[in-house]
């Protein structure tokens, strides 16, 4: 099992530039598929980004081109810079992980595939 923590979370305004960080504790970083959830007030848990263990990354339509995924096995952390932040970003943004590969990307935009999350982040996006 890997602990999460999120941080870099904040207000800013609209078409700020925002970047979340994840640090994993334990070992076997690496093998990990980590993922990007994010849930605002009233709605449901939404998927906003992956990266596999081989570094392939997966992205929802609406943070395609402004959100970016990345990983770096030796800090054991991962990343979302969130570039050209709109209202609608505005979310507590979790930290997800499965120490698992899939060649299939739907697998890692699913939430109950992951049995590791952290506490989240605030990240509110002033108009």
């Known amino acids: 099992q890997a602990q999460l923590v999120e941080s870099g979370g904040g207000l800013v305004p609209a078409g700020s530039s925002l970047k979340l960080s994840c640090a994993a504790s334990?070992?076997?970083?690496?093998?990990?598929?980590m993922a990007w959830f994010r849930q605002a007030p009233g709605k449901e848990r939404e998927f906003v980004a992956a990266?596999?263990?081989?570094?392939?990354?997966y992205y929802a339509d609406s943070v395609k081109g402004r959100f970016t995924v990345s990983r770096d096995n030796a800090k054991n952390t991962v990343y979302l810079q969130m570039n050209s932040l709109r209202p609608e970003d505005t979310a507590v943004y979790y930290c997800?992980?499965?120490?698992?590969?899939?060649?299939?990307?739907?697998?890692?935009?699913?939430?109950?595939?992951?049995?590791?999350w952290g506490q989240g982040t605030q990240v509110t996006v002033s108009s």
């Open positions: 997800a992980a499965k120490n698992t590969y899939s060649s299939y990307s739907n697998y890692y935009t699913r939430g109950v595939n992951y049995d590791n």
């Open positions: 990266i596999s263990r081989s570094g392939s990354t």
């Open positions: 334990g070992r076997s970083f690496g093998s990990y598929a």
